[in-house]
């Protein structure tokens, strides 16, 4: 079993419609969540940040940890055709565990249709 | 300009020879990784650096060597290359205080 695991998708979904991309993790000693969006043929870029549970919003972007259940989200609200890329998650440990490295999802790749 | 640059972008080469990938980075970072993409496999980590003198394996190291000639630069070697090899390589950074990381634009290899 993967530390994390992350629907591929594809997800199609229409203009204007409200996203929702999943990660399940079983490593209990995850701190820090991030997403990174990647376009075609680029390199990804960090999206959100997340320390610890919460929620943060930035946007039409919102991030959601859920630690008790091992299970984060991104929202994307009134998503737009530039919305279409592959989004990955990624988490890591924190303290003396803390080795720096990132452990990624597989990727959704998401396309969001005019 | 970017702050996390590779070259080359774009590299084909045939089964046994040895290449190498280079990574400059501007963001005065002093932790530097590579990385490989595969469809379906997502990013996995094949080195790490956390300075000029700190290289530790990742969970593909095998096949690949690195060189950390700087604080920033970074390169990632293919001894003696191979068809599965082919991949999209990605090169990022991050600095030791914060746990995001910063990738650079990738280089596609296809080894033949």
């Known amino acids: 079993q993967k530390e994390v695991e992350q629907d591929p998708g594809p997800l199609s979904v229409p203009e204007g419609a409200i996203v929702s991309l999943n990660c399940t993790y079983s490593?209990?000693?995850?701190?820090?969540f991030m997403w990174y969006r990647q376009y075609s043929r680029k390199g990804p870029e960090l999206l959100m940040y997340t320390y610890s549970s919460g929620n943060k919003e930035d946007g039409r972007f919102t991030a959601q940890v859920d630690k008790s259940s091992k299970y984060i989200s991104l929202f994307i609200r009134d998503s737009q055709p530039s919305d279409s890329a592959t989004y990955l998650c990624a988490m890591s440990g924190s303290g003396s565990s803390n080795t720096g490295k990132l452990i990624f999802g597989q990727g959704t790749t998401l396309q969001v249709k005019p | 300009d970017a702050d996390v640059t590779q070259t080359p972008r774009n590299r084909i080469t045939k089964t046994g020879k040895r290449i190498m990938l280079e990574c400059s980075q501007t963001?005065?970072?002093?932790?530097m990784y590579w990385y490989r993409q595969d469809p379906g496999l997502g990013l996995q980590l094949i080195y790490y650096s956390f300075d000029v003198k700190d290289i530790n394996k990742g969970e593909i190291s095998d096949g690949y060597s690195v060189s950390r000639q700087a604080q920033a630069k970074f390169s990632l070697s293919l001894e003696s290359a191979i068809p599965n090899q082919t991949a999209l390589y990605f090169c990022?950074?991050?600095?030791?205080?914060?746990?995001?990381?910063?990738f650079g634009p990738g280089t596609r290899l296809l080894v033949l």
């Open positions: 990022a950074t991050s600095s030791g205080s914060q746990e995001t990381q910063y």
């Open positions: 490593n209990s000693a995850f701190q820090y």
């Open positions: 963001k005065g970072h002093d932790r």
